[in-house]
């Protein structure tokens, strides 16, 4: 069984920069497409970024695109999101997600991703 841990998470003023990680354990996740979601208190979860699973290819949800960047190291088992120009509607939860979805390279429903992350607060104040 995969676990995945997500750290990087904290408290800054809008306009500041966060470093997410996710480290996975138990087996290797250099073959699935990984993501980050989102979860701010009162609403869904939400699809942040999303990579392939040799790092070909990226989406991004159209409220970061632009600010964020998600990468991944498969030496490492590591999933990284660069989060800049972070702004007060950014404060949410932030999970780290893997898919093993063969239709869509990069999936943006939660319910095509099989293990999460138990998450990472992010706070942006204003």
């Known amino acids: 069984q995969v676990q995945l841990v997500e750290s990087g998470g904290g408290l800054v003023q809008a306009g500041d920069s966060l470093r997410l990680s996710c480290a996975a354990s138990?087996?290797?996740?250099?073959?699935?497409?990984m993501a980050w979601f989102r979860q701010a208190p009162g609403k869904e979860r939400e699809f942040v970024a999303g990579?392939?699973?040799?790092?070909?290819?990226?989406h991004y949800a159209d409220a970061v695109n632009g600010r964020f960047t998600i990468s991944r190291d498969n030496t490492k088992n590591m999933v990284y999101m660069q989060m800049t120009s972070l702004k007060p509607e950014d404060t949410a939860d932030y999970y780290c997600?893997?898919?093993?979805?063969?239709?869509?390279?990069?999936?943006?429903?939660?319910?095509?991703?099989?293990?999460w992350g138990q998450g990472t607060q992010v706070t942006v104040s204003s």
């Open positions: 997600a893997l898919s093993s979805s063969l239709i869509v390279a990069i999936p943006v429903h939660p319910s095509d991703y099989e293990v």
């Open positions: 138990g087996r290797t996740v250099s073959i699935y497409t």
């Open positions: 990579i392939t699973w040799n790092g070909g290819a990226t």
